[in-house]
Nanobody, 114 residues
């Protein structure tokens, strides 16, 4: 059973930046696309950004131009660089394959507030 582990979240002021990391144990990391998802209180979990095994990226309109997804295959890690954060970005952020397949990790909470 692969256990996803997200990290890097925290409290940040509007306009600030954070970098999230997700380690994906197992031998098959390089074979699959990965995604970052988020879930705000009372909302459904939604896809924020995705990256294919070849490195092609895609973003939800609400983060386009502000967030960047990347992956480091030797480290089996996927990253989400978040800039120009807004209060509406407040949520718990999760990683998983795109589309989701693995069990969900605990997520990394991000709070954007002054």
């Amino acid at each position: 059973q692969v256990q996803l582990v997200e990290s890097g979240g925290g409290l940040v002021q509007p306009g600030g930046s954070l970098k999230l990391s997700c380690v994906v144990p197992g031998a098959s990391f390089s074979m699959y696309g990965m995604g970052w998802y988020r879930q705000a209180p009372g909302n459904e979990r939604e896809l924020v950004a995705s990256i294919t095994n070849g490195g092609a990226t895609a973003y939800a309109d609400f983060v386009k131009g502000r967030f960047t997804i990347s992956r480091d295959t030797p480290k089996k890690t996927v990253y989400l660089h978040m800039n120009s954060l807004k209060p509406e970005d407040t949520a718990v952020y999760f990683c998983n394959r795109d589309p989701p397949y693995l069990g969900w990790g605990p997520g990394s909470p991000v709070t954007v507030s002054s």
